[in-house]
Nanobody, 124 residues
Framework: QVQLVESGGGLVQAGDSLRLSCAAS????????MSWFRQAPVKEREFVVA????????YYADFVKGRFTISRDNAKNTVYLQMNSLKPEDTAVYYC?????????????????WGQGTQVTVSS
């Protein structure tokens, strides 16, 4: 079992940056592939990025390549999402998700654990 708690969301202007954090409970955080998804109002949840448990493999959705960066600090049981050059269309609730020893899946159904989400709002 792992519990995930996101933080770092907020209201920013277009072009600004934010860093989201996802703190995980449990002793085996380093064994989990971590990912970020987002869901905008009246839209389906969409994959943003995933980072393998080894830390060697990442996979980004095309719409965030070059702007967002995922990283993890296993000593702090935390995964981060650095978001730069934010756009109004990035407005959404951002969720982190975890899968034990998994690959960098892009489908939400492949992840076993989810956080409660953090709101990111980007004004134009």
């Amino acid at each position: 079992q792992v519990q995930l708690v996101e933080s770092g969301g907020g209201l920013v202007q277009a072009g600004d940056s934010l860093r989201l954090s996802c703190a995980a409970s449990g002793r085996t955080f380093s064994s989990y592939t971590m990912s970020w998804f987002r869901q905008a109002p009246v839209k389906e949840r969409e994959f943003v990025v995933a980072l393998s448990w080894t830390g060697h493999t990442t996979y980004y959705a095309d719409f965030v390549k070059g702007r967002f960066t995922i990283s993890r600090d296993n000593a702090k049981n935390t995964v981060y999402l650095q978001m730069n050059s934010l756009k109004p269309e990035d407005t959404a609730v951002y969720y982190c998700a975890a899968d034990l020893g998994g690959s960098v899946y892009t489908k939400g159904d492949d992840y076993d654990y989810w956080g409660q989400g953090t709101q990111v709002t980007v004004s134009s």
